[in-house]
């Protein structure tokens, strides 16, 4: 079945850019009907969307984190990334990816992994 | 973007029931979807498109709705349900929304 994993620094300095990439097996990436997302959960924390895309780039990302977030996917290696600029303390989360069905919720999500943001 | 409100916690005793509600302006239009999340795992999505059960979910589960609420209601409430509950939906813009999770205690 389909299954997808997280990977990534767990550690990020301040003013700097997290990169996390999110590995697709068991399935198709380049799937018409569905959306490949990220979410974060800061440590006791909500869950919080941060941006959606699509297999062939196209995306949504969430509004107050517009200018800082890109998502690309790289169909060849069944993959799809996430990076934030300019991270402070407050992106500290659990990152999660998921698939986003049309009509369907999130699922599967990954395992999640965790990014602090410290000097 | 809209924003949906739950209740920070509830209680219920084994074996009773218990419904969790989640408010906003977008459940007017678009379907709620609820996730449970257990201590240190990833949320596992219990009913979607507001009444339906995935395959593999106990029928205690239940989902409801009306105008700007959707409910979330477990009957005859197990140990193994204690856990934290997210609301989910969309708006007009494609954007997804989380509530802020309900904590559900089973004493």
């Known amino acids: 079945q389909l299954q997808l994993q997280e990977s990534g620094p767990g550690l990020v300095k301040p003013s700097e850019t997290l990169s996390l990439t999110c590995s697709v097996s068991g399935g198709s990436i380049t799937s018409r009907s569905c959306y490949w997302v990220w979410i974060r959960q800061p440590p006791g924390k909500g869950l919080e969307w941060i941006g959606s895309?699509?297999?062939?780039?196209?995306?949504y990302y969430k509004p107050s984190l517009k200018s800082r977030i890109t998502m690309s996917v790289d169909t060849s290696k069944s993959q799809f990334s996430l990076r934030l600029t300019s991270v402070t303390a407050a992106d500290t989360a659990v990152y999660f990816c998921?698939?986003?069905?049309?009509?369907?919720?999130?699922?599967?999500w990954g395992q999640g992994t965790l990014v602090t943001v410290s000097s | 973007s809209s924003e949906l409100t739950q209740d920070p916690a509830v209680s219920v005793a084994l074996g009773q029931t218990v419904r969790m509600t989640c408010q906003g302006d977008s459940l007017r239009n678009y379907y709620a979807n609820w996730f449970q999340q257990k201590a240190g795992q990833a949320p596992v999505v219990v009913i979607y498109a507001k009444t339906n059960r995935p395959s593999g979910i106990p029928d205690r589960f239940s989902g409801s709705g009306s105008g700007n609420t959707a409910s979330l209601t477990i009957t005859g409430a197990q140990a193994e349900d204690e856990a934290d509950y997210y609301c989910n939906s969309r708006d007009s813009s494609g954007y997804q929304v989380f509530g802020g999770g309900t904590k559900l205690t089973v004493l």
């Open positions: 998921a698939r986003l069905g049309f009509n369907y919720p999130f699922d599967p």
């Open positions: 895309i699509f297999y062939n780039g196209d995306t």
